[in-house]
């Protein structure tokens, strides 16, 4: 178990981060660019000012995780162990990444780019979208209640087509609700 360590500027797409149980350690300005994190196990860990976009993170376990300013480009986090699963993104890119069927209940996405991103048959109960970019961001019969859009761009999802039971959409968004309609509003 490796606790209480900080890795600055460190590269791990060469020399892979060794498999152990990372608790309170904190990631600064590392590269991680597919690499392979398989089986990796982080516990309250921060990632700052990280590129981990293709990584490999099959079985990795993110518990209580928060990524800020990150590249997370095409990530497939439905691969991570679910057990505990708990993360915070702020003003990270997480562009053609996927959530496929995760639980991401409470989730804050803070200032994230979301381009892309698939959010099929997720649980996204209580997600917050904060200031969060969702341009052709999929969501298929995902769960969107009590989600906040508020303050979402570029969103447009089919109402028919998922649970939205209490959702919370600005004035001004209202129209990503309508765009499988193939309406014009003006």
């Known amino acids: 178990m490796v606790e ?3 890795f600055n500027k460190q590269d791990f797409t060469e020399n892979r981060l060794p498999i152990n149980d990372y608790e309170y350690c904190t990631f600064t300005s590392c590269n991680f660019s597919n690499a392979f994190l398989n089986s990796v196990r982080f516990l309250e860990c921060e990632f700052i000012d990280c590129n981990i976009s293709s990584a490999n993170i099959l079985g990795s376990s993110f518990q209580d995780v928060t990524f800020q300013d990150c590249k997370m480009l095409g ?6 162990d ?3 699963f708990s993360v915070q993104f702020n003003n990270s890119n997480l562009n053609h990444s996927s959530f496929y069927q ?6 804050e996405f803070l200032g994230v780019h979301l381009g892309n991103v698939d959010f099929s048959e997720a649980d996204l109960s209580g997600v917050i979208f904060n200031d969060c970019d969702l341009k052709h961001a999929v969501f298929s019969r995902s769960i969107l209640e009590l989600t906040d859009f508020r303050t979402a761009i570029n969103y447009s999802l089919n109402p028919e087509n998922n649970r939205m039971k209490g959702a919370k959409f600005s004035l001004e968004g209202v129209s990503g609700l309508l765009n499988h309609h193939k309406i014009i509003i003006e």
Do not use: I, V, W
């Open 75 to 80: 990530l497939h986090l439905e691969s991570c």
């Open 102 to 107: 995760m639980d991401l209940k409470n989730t």
């Open 82 to 84: 679910a057990f505990g």
């Open 4 to 6: 209480d360590q900080n």
